[in-house]
């Protein structure tokens, strides 16, 4: 069996600079640096790295980048024959300026993530007999997301959906095809119109999501920790206490953490629990796909700390 990852791959284009430019400057910067990423690739790269046999699904662009892309995939030990490559489009990009202090710019430009469509979610189709879930997140266009889902109910195939980034606009009928829902603060923000940013109002909130229709609601609250609730129990699981660096892919690590456990069948608070594992090892470190833990980092961290 296996699980399926639908959704963005995109490379980074960082550039490093004492400082942004301002409308109209032109200044000389320090570094620069690519790397994979899009929140597709990274929660099935997270995936790979834990063991799990993972298909992912998607598109890149006719451009070189598609094919490092593609490499960099296999590399990790993902199954990636049903990414298209889109000749007529370049990959997905962003564009990452970062100046000393921090403080960044960053400007995506969709590319190929922006036409996946009802094709790919026929590919993915022939894959749902051999998987037990599919791990969606929301940069790709949302109609395919859509789409997705409802191929993935009709084949009674789980549906974890990452809402992010953030969307003003979500659409209702996506809410009751989806089994676990996992926003972050921000995310659950704009989904249900006031802020989250703790157990009382992750509850409240988690209580909305699953009125719309969602089986489970699991909110993650950062370096507070998670909240879930789905209709039989409802419980908040603290962060694991780390040295975090760099919180870039916590979020994808944790979907991963959470699919991982329960393509292994454990129970939905164990899931959680990895979820906030992984989401805390790829804080220790920097960068998206580099900082996602292999399985034998994630399982002493968790024999460390007397989970397994
Ligand atoms: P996102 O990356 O989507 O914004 P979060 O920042 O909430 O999501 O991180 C996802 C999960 O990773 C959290 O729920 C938590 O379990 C873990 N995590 C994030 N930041 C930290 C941290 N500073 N210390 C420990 N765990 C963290």
Redesign the pocket.
């Known amino acids: 069996m296996t699980i399926i990852v639908f959704g963005s791959i995109n490379i980074d284009l960082v550039v490093t600079t004492p400082c942004l430019p301002v409308p109209g400057e032109t200044l000389t910067g320090k570094d620069f640096l690519t790397t994979p990423g899009g929140k597709g690739a990274n929660q099935a790269v997270a995936l790979a790295k834990l063991g799990i046999p993972t298909h992912i699904v998607g598109r890149v662009g006719g451009d070189t980048f598609g094919v490092e892309l593609i490499e960099n995939l296999q590399s990790s030990g993902l199954k990636t024959a049903n990414i298209f490559i889109d000749k007529n489009i370049n990959s997905g990009i962003a564009i990452i300026t970062v100046e000393d202090s921090g403080e960044n710019q960053i400007i995506i430009i969709p590319g190929a993530n922006g036409r996946v469509n009802d094709e790919d979610v026929e590919r993915l189709s022939h894959l749902l007999p051999e998987a037990t879930a599919i791990l969606l997140q929301l940069e790709i266009p949302i109609n395919t997301v859509v789409a997705a889902a409802k191929a993935a109910r009709n084949a009674n195939i789980s549906v974890i959906l ?1 809402p ?1 980034p953030a969307q003003t606009h979500f659409p209702d009928e996506l809410y009751p095809l989806i089994d676990i829902i996992t926003p ?4 659950a923000e704009k989904l249900v119109g006031f802020p989250v940013n703790g157990e009382e109002t992750a509850a409240k909130a988690a209580g909305i999501l699953l009125q719309r229709g969602v089986k489970c609601a699991v909110i ?4 507070k ?2 909240y879930c609730a789905n209709a039989e129990e409802a419980f908040f699981t603290p ?4 040295h ?1 660096v760099d ?8 979907n991963s953490g959470l699919a991982a456990a329960l393509f292994q069948k454990l129970p939905l608070r164990t899931a959680v629990v990895w ?2 594992a992984a ?2 090892l ?2 220790t470190k920097r960068g998206a796909q580099t900082s996602l833990p292999e399985r034998v980092t994630f399982d002493n961290f968790l024999k460390e700390k007397g989970i397994l």
């Not at 993650?220 to 370096?223: E, P, Q, R, S, V």
């Not at 962060?239 to 780390?242: E, G, I, K, L, R």
């Not at 919180?247 to 944790?254: L, N």
């Open positions: 990452d992010a972050n603060e921000l995310e993650k609250l950062g370096a920790g998670v962060a694991f206490p780390v975090a919180t870039v892919a916590a979020g994808d690590a944790f979820g906030a989401g805390a790829a804080t």
